[in-house]
């Protein structure tokens, strides 16, 4: 994997099941390194523990080394301080997944180190992908309508960078890939030719009506 980004921090941020950690799985499978936050959320029945989040109640949450402390719908969301310091040292680029107001304390924090991918999805696939996590209609129009509650709408304008995640996840990943100025190993086959021609980049990507 060739790599001239050496040290970059990038935050991955957008709407719930916009795709925001299967894509950060993805790149930690082709050697971009991952930090999982840490949160006091219940674990959710499809979640796994070290792959979606470390799952903590409050009293040892407040005990790591944490950069920040996020508190979204009653819960409290963190980065590890070491882990994160600890990948930084790989000289590899390492990928986060955040809402804003973590990735505005992050970028305090490292300045132009860090490159903000907002992932951004139309509400029909978010619906669909909540839903086929086994949850119920309802608590999928909730969910989203508490995020779009509880942040800016326009919150993407701020990205440097942005991305539609609604039906390709091969494209987005490769979208992904190019920002990153990486190369994919080529046994991997990560997009199909119609993908390639299609692929969109740009500073920012304003949604259609």
């Not at 959710?44 to 989040?53: A, L, S």
């Not at 086994?134 to 509650?149: C, G, S, V």
Request: with cysteine; aromatic share 12%.
């Amino acid at each position: 994997m060739k790599n001239k980004s050496v040290c970059k921090i990038y935050v991955l941020y957008g709407p719930p099941a916009s795709g925001k950690k299967t894509l950060a799985n993805l790149l930690y499978k082709y050697g971009v390194e991952r930090v999982v936050s840490h949160t006091t959320r219940l674990k959710r029945p499809y979640e796994k523990e070290g792959i979606d989040y470390f799952f903590t109640d409050k009293s040892n949450f407040y005990h790591n080394e944490l950069f920040e402390r996020i508190v979204y719908d009653g819960n409290f969301f963190g980065i590890s301080q070491p882990i994160l310091m600890s990948k930084l040292k790989t000289g590899k680029p390492v990928v986060l997944v955040m809402n804003k107001k973590g990735l505005i304390k992050m970028k305090n924090l490292f300045k132009n180190r860090v490159v903000s991918i907002y992932v951004m999805a139309n509400h029909k696939n978010i619906l669909e992908r909540i839903v086929k996590r086994n949850e119920t209609m309802e608590f999928a129009k909730n969910r989203l309508d508490y995020y779009y509650q509880s942040n800016d709408q326009d919150e993407w304008k701020d990205a440097d960078f942005v991305i539609k995640n609604s039906n390709h996840i091969n494209s987005s990943l490769m979208q992904i890939l190019t920002i990153m100025n990486l190369t994919v190993i080529d046994k991997v086959k990560l997009a199909t030719t119609l993908e390639k021609k299609n692929l969109f980049i740009s500073k920012v990507i304003r949604p259609t009506t």
